[in-house]
Structure formats: C-alpha cells, structure tokens
C-alpha cells in the first residue's frame, strides 16, 4: 500500500491506475470501470457502446487503458470511434486503435498481449454472420488465443460444411454463428467432439425473425450445445476463451 | 333430379346421400358433413375429433359413410372409437374400421380406394414423429398414391440420412416431420430437387417446446420448403396427395 | 477434370467457373457462392440482399452469373442495385439486368432461360401484396414456367374471387398473397383442386400485425394449405417451381 | 326508504333484497353481487363459475335471485350445477333451473322474461363452436330477443354461407363464432349490412391454437367488424343484446 | 343494362362508373376499387394508405369518386395528401378535399352526403387518443350521424368521467379510445346501458405498449364491450355506424 | 460463541439453532434454510410449496420453527399440510398450526409475534381473488400489522368502490388484487394519497388470461404504482409491510 | 366560492386557476390537465411528452404552472422543450425551466418547493440506466425528498454493491435502476431490510431485450421487491414519494 | 469385416452390435439407436423417454445396452422405469438398472466406466432445483468425471455463496441451475473464472414462469456465460463433461 502511494507520489502511477489496484474498480466521469475483471473473470469489461453516448465510451476507454492496459469496445458506430480516439489523442498519444467491423481494440504502447496454446475455431454460416464472429474472434485474440475462422458453410449445401469437417475437428471449442433457422451448430455438434457454443444471429425476417428462431433452434438442439444470446458474439468469444485457457493452462501445469 | 327421387323412393339412395348429391353437404345430427369436398378440393374432409363428443363424431362418420363411401377421422381417442365402431354396428355393419395411431378409416363395403401412380415420401427424425407422420400417410394412402416411409433419421447423426439419400431422390414428393429444432426439413431439401413440405411436431421442452422452435426454423430455413402448422400430419398429408395427384394425372394425360 | 483444366488454361472457362463445376460452390470475395443449387434442389441460390453491403451484394451477383449464367437478388435496394449495375458493367458487359420491384434478374449475354410446360397462378389480395408477389414471380419466370397473376381479388368483396374462378381452376399450382388476417388462401384453396401455397404478408398493424395474424390464420386453416414465412415470396415461389416442374416433367417423360 | 323498510317488517321483502334495491349490491357469503347492473348496464351480472367453489357459485346464485328474479351462471361444471340445484331446494324451491351447455338459467317462479322485438342471429362455424354460441344465446333469449341459430357454415364450403345469406341478411345484428384461422366472421362481413360481432373460438392446435389465430384475424379483419375475447360468448350475448335493445327501444319510442 | 350502355355512349356516365354499376368492382391502375361496398356492407371501402405509394393511393381515390362520388382514406401521410389533391385537380377539380388528422375525405362536387337520426358518442382518454378518435369520427360523419366527441376523461381522474354522465347516457352508441391500461371503456361500460366499442390505443411504453395491455384489458374486460384492433379507428367508427344505422332506420320504418 | 456452544452443550439450544445464530442459515435436510432472513430483510423465508416434495416441505418447516420460532408456507396443498402437522407432532408438539387459504402459519409455543403500529389495506376486486388476498394477509399480520379487509369492489360497479373510499384513504399503504382486466388498482390510486402495490391475479380466459392482461394494465397505469408478479400475494404482503414498518418505526422513534 | 369569483374578477386569480380550483381539472387547447391530482394523489400530474405536439405539450405545461404553482415534464426531446420555453416566455416571463436529461421541470415564480424530512436512495447498475433514475430523481426532488444517488454498482462486480452497503441501509426507500438481466435489485434487497422499487432499462439486446428480462426477472425475484414497468422511472419515483411522504409524515405527526 | 461376420456367427457378436459396428447405428422396434454418438460426439445418445411409451423406451434401453455396453434414460416416468426393468430381466439379466430422480442409467454386466482427471462443479439455488441438476450430474459422473455439488445457495441470502467461493473456484467448469429470476449464474460467473453454464429451471409461477425469466436473464447476462435449455439438465452436464474432457485429456497428452 505504502508502496503504491509513493508510486502515485512519484507521479509512476496515475491515481486511477492506483485506485483500481487498491479497489479493483476505478471511479471516472461516465461511470465506474471494473478494472479487475479480467483478473477476476479471466475476460475483461467491454465497454459495450449501444446506449452511452460518444464521450461516454471514450472516458470509460481512457480509464480502461488507464489501468488495464488496453481497452476493448463493441457495437461503436463511428461517432463512438471518432470520440474515442480524439479522446486518446490526449490522454494516451501513444495508443493504437484497431477496428474489426464495429469492435474497436484499444493497446497502451506497453501493453503485451498475452499468449494462449490454444486454438478457438469461429464458423459462420453466411456472409451476414460476419460481424457478429469479428466480436468473438476479437476477444479471443485480446485472450492470446490462435482463431481459425471458417466462413460462409450454411447447411443449404452440406458440402461447404463436410469439407471443412478436419479443420473443425482440430479445434479445442467452436464458436458456431448462424441466423435464419440456425441448424449450422446443430449439424457441426454432431459430427466433432470438441465443445459447440452457438451464436444465433438477427437476420432473417418474418416470424421468427431477429434471430429469435436460430436462438430457439439451438436451444432446442437434438444434440449437446451450449447457446448465448443473439448476436452476442462478446459472449461467445469470452466463453470460448474460458474454455481455451482450462485447456491451455491444464496443458502448461504438467 | 327426378332420377335421383326415384332411387330415393326406391329405398337405393337414402335420403341422406341424396341431399348430399344434390346439395354437396349433408346436415346430421352433430353437424354438416361437406360431402363434396373430395370432389372439389380433391382431399376429403376429415373428421378432426378433439373437441367432439364421441356420439358427435360417430354421427358425422356415418354421414360420410353413407355419403362419401368412406370416413377419415383424426385425433381419436379411444372413447371416440369405441363410439365410431358401436355406431356403425347398426348403421353399416360391413364397413371396416382401420386405426392407425390416433387416425381412423372407416370404408364402407362398395367403396373402392382410388389408384394413384406417384410416391410420396413420409420422412420422420424420430420416434416421437411416429403418429403425425401416421396422420399424412392414412390420407395419402386414402388417395391411393403409393408411400415410401422413412423413419428416425435425425441429423445428429448425417450418415442416417445420408445413407437414405437414394429412396429421398425417388419420390415424387416428401412430406417430413421433425421436432426439437426441426433441421431435417431443411437439410434434406438441401439435397434433392422434389417439393418438401416441413411438419413441426410438438416434442421439445422449454423455451420453443411443444413445436414452436421447429415451426419458426422450417420457416426461416435457407432453403425452399413449404410447412403447415405444428403436428398438422393431416394437412401436409394432404397437400402432399394434391401434388402427387398433380403429377400423375398429368402422367395419366398424355 | 483434365478438360476442364485444359478449358481454364485456354481462357475459355474463368477460375471461378471451373471452381464452381469441381466444387459445387466458388469462394469470392463476398463468401461463397452455391453454384450447384440450382442443378441439386431445383432452384439457383437467390443473394438476400438485407443486411448485405451493395459491393457483398455486387460480388455475389458476378460470381453467379460466372458460374451459373444468372443472378437473382431479392430485396434489393437502390443502392444495391446501382452497385450491381456498375460492378456488372465492368465484369460482364454485356448482361441484362431487370428489375422488378426490389427483386433483381441478372442474365449473361449467353445465358438461356429453360422452358417449363407448366403454368403458376399467382394471387394477391391488394394492391399491397404486390412486391410480395413479383418476388415469386420472378423465381416461377427465371425456372420458365408461365406465371397468370391475378391480383386484388381479396374476401372483403367475395365477387372479385368468384370471378375468377375458372382461371384458379386452370393452373397448376397456386401461390396466393395475403395480409391482415389472410382468409384469401383459405378461401381459394377451399374451391380448388390443385396445390395451393399460401404467402401473409407483413401488412396491417396493431395486434397481428406484421404478417402474424395472416400467418397464423393460414396455419390454422381449415383446408388444405401449405405455407411459407412472412413476405417470402421466394420461397414460395420456389416451391410452386418445384411442384411445377415435377408437373412438367412427368408430362415429358410420357 | 320507509315503504322498504316496513315491507322487510312485514316479510314482504327479504333484507337481501331490500339492500340490494337501496344500494345497488348485496353482500353474501361469497361476496358482493352487483343486483343493479342489469338496471344500469341492461345486462344483468353473470356468476362466472371458474375459480369458484361450488358452493360460492350457489350462494352467489341464491343471492341473484333473491335481489333480480333470476341467475345466470356460465361455465359451470356438473359439480356448480349440482350446489346450486340443491341450494335452491332449499332457499328458492319453486326455481326453475334449466341448463344449456355449461351455461345456466335459473328463473325465480315470479320471475317474467322480458320481450324485445328485434332478432339477433347466432352463427357458428363448426360443431365444436358450439358450446360458446349457446352461452351467446342464453343472454339474448334471457333479454327476450328472438334468436335465430344457423350452425356450421364454415368456410371450407363456400356454399355453406351462401345458402343461407337470406338468413343473414334478415336479422338486427350478427354474433359468429368460429375458431381455426377465424376467418368466417371476415366473410359473412362483407356480405350483410348488419353489425357483425366475431367470436374467436379456442379450437385449433398447435401455432395460433387456443382461438389466438382466430382472434387475430377478426382483429385484422378487412371488413368492418368487432370483436370479443376468445370463447366469451357471454359477452358477444351481452353486446348483441344492447344493440338489439337498441334498434327494438327506437322502433318502441315511435 | 341498355340504359346503362347508352349513357356510357352518351357520355353521361364514365365507363369506370358503369363497370362498378354491373361489375360491383372497378379495375383502375392501382388495383381493384370495391364499389359496391358501400350499398352491400353500409360502409365504404376506405383506402388504406400504409403500404401504398402517393400514386397507387392517388388512383384509388380518383376511381372512388368516379364511382362512389366520395372518398375515404385513411392513414394518409403529407406525400399521399398531395399526390391525391394533385391527381383531382386533373380528374375531378371541383371534388372538395378535407382533412382530419390523417384522414382524408374527398367529395365530388355533386355528392350529397346521407342524413342518419342518431348520435355516436366518441370518447378519448387523453390528447394522444386523438388521431384515433377522428379517424371513427371521419366515418360516422360520412354516414350522416351526428357524432357528440368527449375527449380527455383518463379513469385517473374518475371525475372528469363522472361529470359527463348525462352525455354518455344519451348517445345511441360509444366510441371508446384509451391507452396505456385502458380502462377508461371499461368504467364507461359499467356505468351506462348502450353499446360500447373500444379502441386501444397504441400509446404507452414497456411491457404491454404499442397498445397491446389496452386491447388485452379491454378483451378481459369484466363489463360488456366489444373490440376493435389497435388504433383501428376507422373500424369502430363504421360499426358504430351500422349500430347507429340500425337504431335510425328502426325508428323510421315506424 | 462461547456461551452458544455451552447452551448447546446444555441442551439448552438445539445445534440447528446454534448453527442458524451462528451462520444465519441452516443446512437441513431438505435443503438450506434462510434463518437470518427475518432479521436482515425484515420479511421471514416463506417456504414456497409448489414444487417441493410433503416431506421437504415439512423438514424446512420444522427448520424454521426450530430456528425462527415459527414458519410460513405457501401454496400448499392438502398434502403438504399433512406432511407438516404429522412431522410438527414429532419435532415440535406443542406448535401451533393455522391454515388460511393454501397459506400456513407455523408458530412455536414460546413464539411471540411482533406488533406493529400501522394498516394495511388489503382489497379485492372478486371473489376469486381471496386466496391471493389472504397470502398477503398471512404475512403482513405475522408481522404484527393491523390488516383491514375490503372484498369485491370490482370496476363494474363504481359505487361498490367509492362507497369504501373513507377505509381506503385511512389506511398506510394498499395491497390491491385483481384479476380480468385489473382496474382496480388504477381506479384507486387516483383516489387515493397512500401507496398502492397491485397485485394480478390469474383469473380471466383466452387472450390477456393467466393474469396477463391484468399484469400489464397495472404496468402501463396511468397512475402511481408499484407492481409484484401474478398471483404473489406473498410479496405484495412482504412489501407492504416493509412500508407499514418503516411508517411505524418512524412514529416509534419520535 | 363567492370569494374565488371575486377574485376573478378583480384579476387576482386568472380564470383557469379558478376553474382548477372548482372543479379539479382545467380544460385547455390541448386537453383538460388534472390540477387536482397532486392533492388527491400525492403526485403531480406529469405531462408525458412522447405522442404529443411540441404545442401540446407547452400548452398543457402553461396550464400547470397557472393552476398548481410548476409543471413536470417526462420524455421531452430538443422540440418539446423549445416550444416549452418560446411559451412559457409568453405565458409565465418569470418561471425558471430546468432540465436533467429527458425531463423538465418548470417552475413559476411564486412557487415553494415544499420539504419532506426523508431519504430516497436511487441506484443504476451501469452509466446507460442514468436517464431513467433522473427521471426518478426529478419526481423526489419536486416532493423535497432527500435523494441519495448512488451509481454504476451492477451485479458482474459484487464488491462496488457490498462497498455501498451502509449508505443503502440508511435510506427510507430504495429505487433501483437495471437494464439486461436485471439481477441488482434482487441483490440489494436480499441485504437490506427498507422497501425496494426495481425498475427494469430496455437497454440490452436479442431475446429479451428492451427491458423485458429485467422485468420478469424483477418479477420473479426470490426477494421481496415490488416493480414498475420498463423504463418508468417517473413511476417509480412516484411511488418512492409516497412512501417517503408517509415515513416522514408519520414522524411529523409524533 | 469377416472378423465381425464370424463373431457372430459364433455368437460372440449380437447381429445388433454388429450392426452398429459396421454402420454406426442399429434399427431396432423403436427406431434407430445412434450406437456410434458417444465415439463421434463424445457423449452417448440418451433416451428422453418423453413422448415414447414404456415399450419404446425400454426397447431403445436395452438396444443402447447391447451395442454401446450402457444405457441414459431422462425424463422417466415410473412406468417408463418399469418397462426398462422388466425388458431387461429378459435380454440383460445382469445389467443393473441405477435411477437419480428421473434419470435411469443401466449398466451392462462387463460395462467399465472410463475415468477423466476433472471435475465438474454443480450448482443449484433451491430445493426445486435439484431433479434439474441430477441429471447433470448423471451425465458427467457416466463419463467418468468428478462431480462437486453444491446445493442451495441461491442469491436471496449472497452469504451462501460467498462461503462456497473456494469451491467454486477449484473445479474446471461449472454447472449452475437456477429458477425464479435465475440470477446466481451471473453472481457466481462474476466471482470465477472458469466457464459457467447457465441452466434455467422452470420453477416460478406468473409472468416468466415455467424458466423464462430466467432464461431471458441468464441469456441478457452482463457477465460471460453460456446457456442450455430451460431444465436441460442432461445437455448442461454433457456440455460441462466436453469441456472437462477437453481440459483432462490435454493434461494427459502432456
């Protein structure tokens, strides 16, 4: 403690840094920044940008950076970018800002990633399932984690997913997502062994549309299945991550 | 007309079957029977008995009896048979009644089931499919149209169906039943170049139980399939029978 | 294969085509593309033009009409449709485009439509339910079956629909469109003898609205009746090609 | 005030009844029964019988006819039917109870039905609309209106309706119950200038089963319609019963 | 018929009139115009903007007047106001245009409008239940009825109903608009002896907006009382038109 | 802690009763139960009995007992009564157990219940509504609270309510059941300047039935209030009683 | 009543404050305004903005501040307040507007906050339920409660709850603010022993979106929690109001 | 092959488990058993014995025992059990029929299970939960896997949870069942950092009854986790025995 308060004495940490580290979470303008969850969780807090406005996101980001090194934003529209990295321009000038469709991957210039033996297979059933597995791979890779993505193996022609089924196989959990009647999980779970997690997306139309028919489908699965919410490829990619990590670091013990 | 009074009078038409030839329906004691539904929309009506007294649907069966040379009854429980059978004891003591699962043929002794040169195929994904399955082949088998049933090949595991892909191929049209998630509609119409008309079946359990998840799959499903309501074997049944007979007499035409 | 090759290093077959013949389907840069759709269920993959970009869209509509001599597009914007113009327009010069409400038909200079000796009825309720029903009529035209459309014929004035009962009574199959509380399908389909299909459409509003009602009501029918989702007009489509066809070519092969 | 009071003295009238006609409502054993709604409303209470033990049933309909000469009670089970018989035995011996379906009737033996001259037509799809066009009629035929009953003109057979247009066309106002996709109430609407009152019955299975497919569509109804809750035929009674006692109060006045 | 023909070959009479004349129905550009509506159902077919372009609505109400010397629309947007006025200036320029909220009606220069001796009263719960109200007043005005309009009487504060007893008592029939719980048809209902229809309104928010815990309250209603759709005010103004047309033509047969 | 293990060492305190002192729950056979809960949240643990087996029932019943001095459950059915008399006889003989609606009051000889210095209103629309109503009274007058009782003042008859507004507006806070289209608490809380938490209740049928409709009108009020789930008299009693006792200990503290 | 005439009459009381004063409520150009309610109820009436005309909405708050001292504004955007003000610079040059997110409070100059001697604590779980607790916060603070805000404390970081556990036991009332699965209010109450008002954010996404989960989670809590509807936060804090008011007038009275 | 047919021609071999040797699966009276599930999927087939009749289940029993050594049975009934029984006296003597709740698993007489080095936590909130977890619980320990349970700690009293923290944290993937409003998966997954599957169980009652509400939490969850089913006990333990396997066997590969 003493040594923390000289730190911030000596102007080495910033006082939010050295709040989050005394208390996990750390106060700031638009909000209290869970500092600790990664730690905690083995997942950081996304900022999840629907909802707050632009200058929101970009303090919460500061602050993510702030004490956690890096920061990650999903569902930015391009208000939320421009603010965030104006924002950084002043407060951490040394960040880089990646984008992947509307997920947004904020690195402190000392911040290393780190690494994880383990390998997450992200499968999309369309071309519209595209954004919803960038969220998935980007936490997976924030995690360290190799991604193998496989797109585009809708189940309307069965070859695209059999030809793929080596790939599938090799993986140590699958991150599956796919809209409409939502069967890709279903098939690809009953042809590997590896866990299955299943991403229904909001396309479609009609009754059952907005994912809610994919969504129902895979919880009704015929086969063993773990589902999240629609379109929360966050989720999917957090848990794939847990997952990874039992099996990596199970492999690192021994 | 003056014809049609005299057999009356002869005691060779009853007065029944002559109101019915005269007016299309017959009014009973439970009901109107549309004694020309066959005729005009190629499919008889059907006695659906959930929701009747016993003595109801027995009456309205021998108003088809005596009407329409045959009876279809559906959704019978065993109180609606015992009923049926007693009934036609002493109204038409040389009909036969057939049951199978909850589906009643009753045929009275002149009557004659039609033939029909085309296959329907009746594909079922699992065991508890069996009787909504049973429902579709009872009418086409009415129809005379020859089926090709194909029970319990599930796409949990592919090689059941895959193994079936020949018969699947032949038919002229597949009518098939799944519950849970309802994938097999679509997969199998993913394969083969014939009409597929989807039946939802109300196992399942939770969120999307009884049919729902399976209704709103078949009807986002990425391929082309048309789909009646949740455990409606009679109706797809139906349709089935209307386009294989579409198919044969055109056959028959040239 | 070796032919095939040979045709590639030539310059008389594209990659992509050659792809597409080897493989069923071609990997572009919008996803992959199900070239062999048409030749294994029937009916070419249609590109959902919702919740695509106009350059996704653009690409899959040339890698179609590479690989399988057409394109068709549902649900196409303005914005989609100038960017298949101008991307077309530099990768095949010489193709048609033609639009027909928000549904696309995009032919190759060499490619041919196939004839089909079967003739659709297409049906709708109002004015609304048009766009609906070009969508299916599109399909029905692209497979060359003869399309009768019928239109504004709705319950609320049953004269409109007796009129044209002779016309109802001479298709093949029919796909009929309706929303509010969609009684149109039920009604045809019980003065009919041939297949009829059955479209809501996502007009009306408050309770039911959004297509629900007319697709509940046409699930509960009390004839017979298949149906497709809200407002896809493809589908159903699709599906009275289908029936069409197995028409057709069993008229042939006598 | 005094006059009632002095009869209560002089047993002329029973306490119960004299509160109700100084307060509009007596209170019994099992609750309050509103003795002046059928002033008020010009539709007397009904003791609904669901989620009633059969002796609250009982004690409620002794209190309605000790207060308004007579009791309605709807969905009543053999076991209400049975309290309230031997209720009145004991309390009102000289009652009259007469039973319609799960609906009841008990009339006081000073009780005089009153007379309307306006004739309300009561209309049902199928035989298993039955029951909730009878607990229509009890109401009307308890206001003395004249009813005219024409049963299972579904619209599967067009003709059904049609043969009995005359009918339809006669009476003050319409109540049509019908169930399935509910579409008959949408038919006969557009052919009759009368006030067409639909009731949506819970026959049907699976998706828009339990009468909701056929309340959405009378809701959706493109004609001109209203409409009650599914199986309240109680109510449509109630309805047609106002409107009747207002065409026939106008043509008294005169 | 003869005559008809004549006046159409003098010029007396449109071809459009004389087809509606024989036919019942008018084919214009924009779809069939029912326009024996009026005669056969008592209310005529109004044109229902949603869904329609400024043309299409535009045509229909040019064949309207052509036909019926008036026009009904409803749900009409700024667009469709001036493409309507736009496309009568050309056909019809002495047709008057008004405007009532979002409905419109236009009436031909020699169009007179019916007389009706009866009064709909038409309630609103709050300001926003205006629109919706007009839309039923519009209606009733178009068929001669005086409307007496009560708006702003919400159940929260019971005496703003209170104090207009005496008017809602004297009216032939009630138009009931309310959102939110809706409750205001239901307290109205229980304390007057005519007819009462609600009209949910879709105003509220959260669980049960878009006015669906209105239409549900008012269908649970523990009064009598009738229902249309969600912000179907047309549809309650023509019922209660029919009402008010049956009551008139009563006491004029007299 | 010292002199807690020598009571139980005396015999003095039973070690489920140290063990609930100890550690505020108690881990018993049938499960944990809350003992602390009375003491941190101010509303005891109600064993729920729906679902649980008679004897889990009666085992957390006489854990209660032995730890709090007395036990609440609820929902119980005949059989769940049994199980917890024939177990209370063995554990406990000198209890006391008293039995309102499907509600059981459980008390210790030694328990003495508190007493509380405020109202509770607990009002009625029906009759059906009493076994909710009593579940609330159950718990607000184990809490020592004074309960005043107002049954069947449903909106049908306004007078019914406004007769009993001087006992509604006395009271501290209401506790207001209703089922149908739940008006009531709407209608009250204009009147009155108490809090006022609604309580649905699952009476009704068809569309909005289950307490729906009644849910979500109380929800979209007009009004100010507060809202528990269908059916939970339980927690609707809880609440209000938290209320009463904070009006209560406020005066207390004076 | 002579005096408030007189008063008019000397320009004293402006005739809408009269009219408020005699009979409640004040009919103005854009509905009637229940200047009553805040007496009768305990609660102003609050102008909820959304469904009403700028004009509307500033014609109605000019008719709160002339008859009850302020005005409430709810759900206001940009155009609501501009007009609120333009009018309010006519009508009332002297009344300050003040603004905290979508709400509005107008007071005019001559009005008296009053004091209320109590707590109300208000908590969100994330920086998106801000909105909604202002909207509380607004309603306390017009009352002259004390308002205890405490903010961002969601359930995924159980420490930011437990590290506020003694300023939310010192509260007489608690309202709390959650959006996605809605779990905060559960927590807090099974910790503290005042009563607690969830109030469920339709923030959150895919199946149970907009709020509902959190609803029926709040609903379905294993605490005692009452609730009002998605988003209400002026509900809320409504409710919140009166029971402080009634704490602390208890304590007054002592 | 020949080594297969010569098996059983010596009757070393059942022709069943030949069968599903060579072809994956065997057809047997009840359908088709997917012998080869466990091999391809890593979890066998079990037999949800709702739907199916006693004969069927037992059929499919003793099929799963003769070609995979054990059989799963969910959801059985007493007379499902009995059939189970009875079938196997006669065709597996030996085998030993072991039942939790309603799960069964049966064991052939050289059955071995295999054994995995990990451990699967299992959670429930309540009492009701329990059924919920033991077939969860079946699963994984027919794996081989170490179950920790842990029951009862449901978030009313967090104490519970808190002192269950060190176990929480020492297992390798978590199981937690929760009804009501389902929030322990959240609490307990933002404590840990292992994977945590979410099972909702249909307890409650009212709106979000039947594992809704906590459906919908679990999936709005604002912490990572993933989600079976409503009482997907059986696919929450097979998700939870992948994953465990998954950790296990890279721990053995090193």
Redesign the interface.
Known sequence: MRELLEAVADGDLSPAAAEAKL???V?GE???F?A??DR????P?AIFA???TPD?VAA?AADAVETTGRALVTRATDDHVTAVESRLDRTHPDATVSRRGSSLLVEGSSYECPSLSATVGIVT????DGPVADEAQVVCEDAGATVDRI??????????VL?QLDRLREV??LVVAAG????LP??I???????V?GV?V????????D??????????????????????GF??G??AT??A????S??D??
């Open positions: 208390q996990g979470y106060t638009a909000g209290r869970d600790a969850r905690r969780r083995g997942i807090e629907t909802g707050k929101q919460l059933a369309g071309t519209v797109d585009d193996v809708g189940v309307a022609a069965l070859d695209r030809d140590d959990v409409r009647e939502g069967a279903t098939v779970a009953g042809l590997v062994d590896t866990p997690i229904p909001s396309s479609g139309y009609g009754h059952g549309g994912g809610e028919a994919a969504l129902s489908g895979m919880l009704q699965s015929c086969t063993v299945l773990s589902v999240v919410n629609v379109d929360a989720v999917a957090g848990q847990l997952i990590r039992a099996v990596a199970t492999a013990r021994e």
